[in-house]
T-cell receptor, first 116, second 110 residues
Framework: GAVVSQHPSRVICKSGTSVKIECRSLDFQATTMFWYRQFPKQSLMLMATSNEGSKATYEQGVEKDKFLINHASLTLSTLTVTSAHPEDSSFYIC????????????FGPGTRLTVL | GEDVEQSLFLSVREGDSSVINCTYTDSSSTYLYWYKQEPGAGLQLLTYVFSNMDMKQDQRLTVLLNKKDKHLSLRIADTQTGDSAIYFCALLRVADKLIFGTGTRLQVFP
């Protein structure tokens, strides 16, 4: 299946700074990528759908100005958490859609963000 | 929004069978999945069923789907310590969006 990487795997930052998380599809051209957020011991919540060459589609309740998504190429989508605050601390996971017969998504290993 | 519920925790002895349950409210999903998440890692697809399937068996895994009761289950036969993880059911919605269950933490003890 498709291999998805994320960078960094872990980041600690001060409150008020911005953090960029990269999601790369290493062996698959992904026109669509998904960004999820997972709080400790909770489920994954879809934040937004990232579309190559166009604006991302955000889920209800997700601030698009706070979580900037750029999908400039078929292999890279980035999520920037702007002016991060401690409540933004979470595990962020991306996935790619494959468009295969059963719509499998391949997930990145996740990025642990801690905002002090 | 849609509710997808799972029991939070399951503890089994090594060698026994594990059954993880998932209930949902919206029955319009075409595909239903089971994912496994190990500590600090992303998700791995274990298996899936199409909405017109009642059962699917794949080696140690058996998935049962009861559409009438909106209930999906995952049975792991001969559970091993390496099966310890969090298991999520997920339903495919429009525009390829996945709605995840609350997750079940499976602990396997010797």
């Amino acid at each position: 299946g498709a291999v998805v990487s994320q960078h960094p795997s872990r980041v600690i930052c001060k409150s008020g700074t911005s953090v960029k998380i990269e999601c790369r599809s290493l062996d698959f051209q992904a026109t669509t990528m998904f960004w999820y957020r997972q709080f400790p011991k909770q489920s994954l919540m879809l934040m937004a759908t990232s579309n190559e060459g166009s604006k991302a589609t955000y889920e209800q309740g997700v601030e698009k100005d706070k979580f900037l998504i750029n999908h400039a190429s078929l292999t890279l989508s980035t999520l920037t958490v702007t002016s991060a605050h401690p409540e933004d601390s979470s595990f962020y996971i991306c996935s790619t859609g494959t468009g295969d017969s059963y719509n499998e998504q391949f997930f990145g290993p996740g990025t642990r963000l801690t905002v002090l | 929004g849609e509710d997808v519920e799972q029991s939070l925790f399951l503890s089994v002895r090594e060698g026994d069978s594990s059954v993880i349950n998932c209930t949902y409210t919206d029955s319009s999903s075409t595909y239903l999945y089971w994912y496994k998440q190990e500590p600090g890692a992303g998700l791995q697809l274990l298996t899936y069923v199409f909405s017109n399937m009642d059962m699917k068996q794949d080696q140690r895994l058996t998935v049962l789907l009861n559409k009438k009761d909106k209930h999906l289950s995952l049975r792991i036969a001969d559970t091993q310590t390496g099966d310890s993880a969090i298991y999520f059911c997920a339903l495919l919605r429009v525009a390829d969006k996945l709605i995840f269950g609350t997750g079940t933490r499976l602990q396997v003890f010797p």
